[in-house]
């Protein structure tokens, strides 16, 4: 009943589909550690990079608290063929990249060297259509990510598919240590377009920015 269960959150109001992300604010500044670089051009500062895509402003909201908390550099991946101001009016086309395991061109991809610096990346995306915007995809492939420790987060309107989600960016970044280290096991591997078993239990995560801390305390990134 899974793909049945995601179907109905297509009709809601934008602000319900992210319904883990439906109280992001702006973080307090007292907490503030760094203020975000230029996103589009991580420096390597930092010995941990936070690589997004977001639409919404959903898991941006997530990845800019990561920063704060964690003085991180920011990446803000950006499609090189932009989607519709609002998401839902090219559902079809994430849909057909998402099924057909499609790979968007990314329009600001860095360096090689810069990535390099890099020994941890959280890696951020929505849930689009079961699986992660594929430009996220891209992204990861295009670089040497081996022995580098690769911290996926999502943001999504229903948990559904969220272990399929997540089973892609393991599958793309295969020779990188993970946090968490292993997934439960996916019920139905070879097909993300029908529904299958539940299998989301015991994947943690931040939900919202205002839930990151404590997200971030739970894996073990801050004390
Ligand atoms: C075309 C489209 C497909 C989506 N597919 C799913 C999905 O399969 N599962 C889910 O839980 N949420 C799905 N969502 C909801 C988004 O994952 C959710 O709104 C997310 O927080 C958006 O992140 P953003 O604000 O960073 O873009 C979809 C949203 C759009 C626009």
Same mark, same amino acid.
Request: aromatic share 12%; with cysteine.
């Given at each position: 009943m899974r &793909?049945?269960?995601?179907?109905? @959150?297509?009709?809601?109001?934008?602000?319900?589909?992210?319904?883990?992300?439906?109280?992001?604010?702006?973080?307090?500044?007292?907490?503030?550690?760094?203020?975000?670089?230029?996103?589009?051009?991580?420096?390597?500062?930092?010995?941990?990079?936070?690589?997004?895509?977001?639409?919404?402003?959903?898991?941006?909201?997530?990845?800019?608290?990561?920063?704060?908390?964690?003085?991180?550099?920011?990446?803000?991946?950006?499609?090189?063929?932009?989607?519709?101001?609002?998401?839902?009016?090219?559902?079809?086309?994430?849909?057909?990249?998402a099924y057909n395991d499609l790979r968007p061109g990314v329009e600001n991809l860095p360096d090689k060297e810069i990535i390099a610096q890099y020994d941890t990346i959280f890696v951020g995306s929505p849930c689009w259509w079961h699986q992660p915007a594929m430009v996220v995809c891209t992204f990861l492939e295009a670089?040497?990510? &081996?022995?580098?420790?690769?911290?996926? @987060?999502?943001?999504?309107?229903a948990t559904t598919y969220l272990n399929e989600s997540m089973q892609k960016i393991y599958k793309v970044t295969p020779e990188s240590k993970h946090i968490p280290k292993t997934l439960p096991e996916d019920l139905n591997p070879d097909d993300i377009t029908t529904p299958g078993p539940p299998d989301d239990a015991g994947i943690d995560m931040p939900g919202s920015a205002n839930d990151t801390e404590a997200w971030l305390r739970r894996i073990g990134i801050i004390k």
């Open positions: &793909k049945l269960f995601f179907i109905p @959150f297509l009709f809601l109001p934008l602000t319900t589909m992210a319904a883990c992300s439906s109280d992001d604010t702006p973080a307090s500044q007292t907490e503030q550690s760094t203020t975000p670089d230029d996103p589009d051009n991580p420096s390597g500062n930092s010995k941990t990079l936070v690589a997004y895509f977001s639409a919404q402003g959903h898991t941006q909201a997530v990845a800019e608290r990561i920063v704060e908390l964690t003085g991180a550099d920011i990446y803000r991946i950006e499609a090189a063929d932009p989607y519709a101001e609002n998401p839902y009016d090219d559902s079809d086309r994430i849909q057909n990249e670089y040497d990510l &081996k022995d580098k420790v690769v911290i996926p @987060f999502f943001t999504y309107g």
